[in-house]
């Protein structure tokens, strides 16, 4: 399924508009996917979320600090069509837990 990622632009805190490789094209929420953890914690700055790019040798989205995201799931996301064999777990809220 592997279709890259041409285009990517943050339109607001972590809501990027992305275009692929073959006119499909979408807003994605990131914060409904991620958590701002680990690697991906300096996105939860908005002004740094801003700062994404496209790496056209992956065909996915960039930060300058390493962090990328599959390019087949933000496709699945943006087009409906399911992953064969990939569910998307949803992120759990770490501080409503006990």
């Given at each position: ?16 508009h ?7 094209e ?19 700055d ?19 600090n ?5 390019p ?5 996301i943006?087009?409906g ?18």
């Amino acid at each position: 399924m592997l279709k890259d990622i041409v285009s990517a632009q943050a339109i607001a805190p972590y809501q990027i508009h992305l275009r692929f490789e073959d006119g499909i094209e979408g807003v994605i929420d990131l914060s409904k996917i991620i958590q701002f953890s680990g690697i991906f914690s300096a996105l939860a700055d908005p002004t740094y979320f801003a700062t994404v790019q496209v790496n056209p040798e992956f065909g996915t989205i960039v930060w300058e600090n390493g962090a990328d995201l599959d390019p087949d799931v933000l496709y699945s996301i943006v087009s409906g069509q399911p992953i064969p064999n990939y569910t998307i777990e949803p992120k759990h809220d770490r501080t409503s837990e006990p």
